[in-house]
């Protein structure tokens, strides 16, 4: 079964900065495209950033440009969502995904993605 657990989550100041992970347990993820979408209250689900397995295709929500990386270390099977200078429209819960067998294919969208986690907290305070 295959789990995806997030972390890193809080409450911080605008400009601040904040560092997410995401640990993926059973199953392997040295091929799989990785990605963090993002939830603000009462909206729609958005995407934020995805990786590919070999970290060299990236892609970057527009606001997120300048400010947020993501990474990932396969052997420890985690992905990290470093944000940078935040600002309250950052405040949301964020999700992180796993392809897994997924053919979809298309980085930022969520239909790509076939395992999600829980979420964790983001809020920036003004």
């Known amino acids: 079964q295959v789990h995806v657990i997030e972390s890193g989550g809080g409450l911080v100041q605008t400009g601040g900065f904040l560092r997410l992970s995401c640990l993926v347990s059973g199953r392997p993820i040295a091929k799989d495209r990785m990605a963090w979408f993002l939830q603000p209250p009462g909206k729609e689900r958005e995407f934020v950033a995805s990786?590919?397995?070999?970290?060299?295709?990236?892609h970057l929500r527009g606001s997120g440009e300048g400010r947020f990386t993501i990474s990932r270390v396969n052997s420890k099977n985690t992905v990290i969502l470093e944000m940078h200078s935040l600002m309250p429209e950052d405040t949301a819960v964020y999700y992180c995904?796993?392809?897994?067998?997924?053919?979809?294919?298309?980085?930022?969208?969520?239909?790509?993605?076939?395992?999600w986690g829980q979420g964790t907290q983001v809020t920036v305070s003004a």
């Open positions: 995904a796993n392809e897994g067998s997924n053919s979809h294919r298309i980085p930022y969208s969520s239909a790509s993605y076939e395992y």
């Open positions: 990786i590919d397995g070999t970290g060299a295709d990236i």
